[in-house]
């Protein structure tokens, strides 16, 4: 096989490319989450199931909009989870599956919930098999399908939270990224771990919100702007790489 045409080795990989894109990811993922939270937001009427249901039938181009806006962040987001896969692997190819897998699962958990806002839509309509509800009726459902959406969403955020915390580990251990970075990964992650009780993560999400956002800030500064010590990391990787095979 001629050297064009032969895979590359971990080694020969641009790390600091792989961080600015996984940088640019996280960034996409963090506005755009942040986009449709705030178009759902404005749709939603606290404890009025009639005043949800008005504010859907006249604006419910905004909550496709929204859901358009979330498929697309959880897009970036599992392109984010692959990157960062890659990018650690060579501290620990056993962690960084699992850091990913999670992740991996904590967007599946969250596309589920994201399609709970396809129903109101759907269940408000003038369908023919929907006549037999009464208007209260279809107005109730279509404002629970928006309160599982949430609490799917919090459900996720564990898996990501997990995730968060094996990556800070793994940086942690890294010789290619400084500490402070893992640090703050574990700390945002064990945050969204709140969600393992829904009622106290509820109550404190704001707090958990603002540190996971803090968390993904301080990520995307450094991976964008410093990368990886490119040195450090070839180094890394080629040990692994030997150890692999030996």
Same mark, same amino acid.
């Given at each position: ?8 080795? *971990?080694?020969? !990989?641009?790390?600091?490319?792989? &961080?600015?894109?996984? @940088?640019? +990811?996280?960034?996409?993922?963090? =506005?755009? /989450? ?55 692997? *060579?501290?620990? !190819?056993?962690?960084?599956?699992? &850091?990913?897998?999670? @992740?991996? +699962?904590?967007?599946?958990?969250? =596309?589920? /919930? ?58 942690? !251990? ?73």
């Amino acid at each position: 096989m001629t050297p064009s045409l032969s895979r590359k080795s *971990p080694t020969e !990989r641009s790390p600091r490319g792989m &961080a600015r894109l996984a @940088g640019a +990811l996280l960034l996409l993922t963090v =506005v755009l /989450g942040g986009a449709g939270q705030s178009l759902q937001g404005q749709l939603l009427v606290v404890g009025d199931p009639a005043g949800t249901a008005r504010h859907l039938g006249d604006h419910s181009g905004r909550l496709w909009l929204a859901f358009a806006a979330y498929m697309v962040e959880l897009s970036c987001q599992l392109g984010f989870t692959v990157v960062v896969y890659q990018l650690l692997r *060579p501290v620990s !190819r056993t962690g960084s599956a699992l &850091a990913a897998c999670f @992740g991996i +699962l904590g967007i599946v958990v969250k =596309v589920v /919930g994201r399609c709970c806002l396809i129903f109101p839509t759907l269940v408000l309509g003038n369908a023919n098999h929907l006549t037999a509800l009464a208007a209260e009726q279809r107005e109730l459902l279509a404002y629970l399908a928006l309160g599982m959406n949430a609490d799917i969403a919090g459900v996720a955020t564990v898996f990501f939270g997990l995730s968060a915390m094996i990556s800070g580990y793994l940086i942690l !251990r890294s010789t290619f990224l400084p500490s402070f970075l893992g640090v703050v990964g574990i700390i945002a992650g064990a945050g969204w771990l709140a969600f393992l009780n829904p009622p106290f993560g509820l109550r404190w999400s704001s707090c958990v919100v603002a540190l996971g956002v803090l968390g993904a800030l301080v990520k995307i500064l450094w991976f964008t702007i410093f990368g990886v010590r490119e040195e450090e990391w070839r180094e890394t990787a080629r040990r692994a790489q030997e150890v692999l095979w030996a």
